[in-house]
């Protein structure tokens, strides 16, 4: 009888790590769908935007651009993309200051109006870069995301520590990057897009060890979708940057 007990006592908890593992890859991939559909979103808003503001007439010599329709230069005007980038991150911390009560439907458009206005403010690559360039260096930064966030999946590594310093990193570029607009230095510009890369890198396997954490199998549907969205919201943020600290460093400019 004590066998059979011990028995029954490993078959359930072996049943209930199956059931954990099941739960968890159910959880990531709904994780990384939402993220994707947002990486779509903003792309497609992105071209649809840029046709809008004038397309293939669009002519860019030195920093004078031309062919811009009404639209185009409303948008590509400075007071233009200061207005979008307040808004978008504006909307980060609406995201984040109401994802405790909000449906798993509505912080999820909420994540999807969020893409759709950061399609808007990425426009501008379309008319500083190639759409060659733009193709080969997202599917590079698709393919060092998937390594990078595999490893954060993967590894029995704690990567806590390393958090802290590249949120330190990160305001460092920042930081760097209002300096250099006043400075237009390139050898700065260059610097900081390889130390952006690197810091970007980091953060997709950070945040993909800290999003599994997340996971827990008492969440019930509500709290589990929440997390998934916040998830997306976060590798999402790191995918787009790390794309856009790579075409800085191999687009061909227009």
Request: glycine share 12%.
């Amino acid at each position: 009888m004590a066998e059979l007990d011990r028995r029954y006592g490993q078959g359930a908890a072996v049943g209930r790590a199956e059931a954990i593992d099941q739960g968890l890859r159910a959880y990531m991939i709904r994780v990384y769908n939402y993220m994707a559909s947002g990486v779509a979103l903003t792309g497609i808003v992105a071209w649809l935007t840029y046709q809008a503001a004038g397309g293939d007439a669009i002519q860019v010599s030195g920093k004078a651009i031309t062919g811009l329709t009404g639209f185009g230069q409303a948008l590509f005007s400075l007071p233009g993309m200061l207005i979008l980038f307040a808004g978008t991150l504006g909307f980060v911390f609406l995201i984040n200051g109401m994802i405790s009560r909000l449906q798993t439907r509505t912080a999820f458009l909420m994540f999807l109006g969020f893409s759709a206005l950061f399609g808007l403010l990425m426009a501008s690559i379309f008319v500083t870069f190639t759409a060659t360039s733009i193709a080969r260096v997202f599917f590079i930064t698709a393919a060092s995301f998937g390594a990078l966030s595999l490893y954060g999946y993967t590894t029995q590594r704690d990567l806590s520590p390393i958090g802290s310093f590249l949120f330190m990193g990160l305001i460092g570029i920042i930081i760097a990057m209002v300096v250099n607009w006043f400075l237009a230095s390139s050898a700065l510009a260059f610097a900081i897009s390889v130390i952006g890369v690197l810091i970007f890198a980091g953060l997709t396997a950070y945040d993909t060890q800290q999003i599994k954490e997340m996971y827990s199998v008492n969440d019930d549907g509500t709290v589990a979708g929440r997390k998934a969205v916040m998830g997306a919201l976060r590798l999402y943020l790191d995918f787009i940057n790390l794309f856009m600290f790579l075409l800085q460093l191999f687009g061909n400019r227009r």
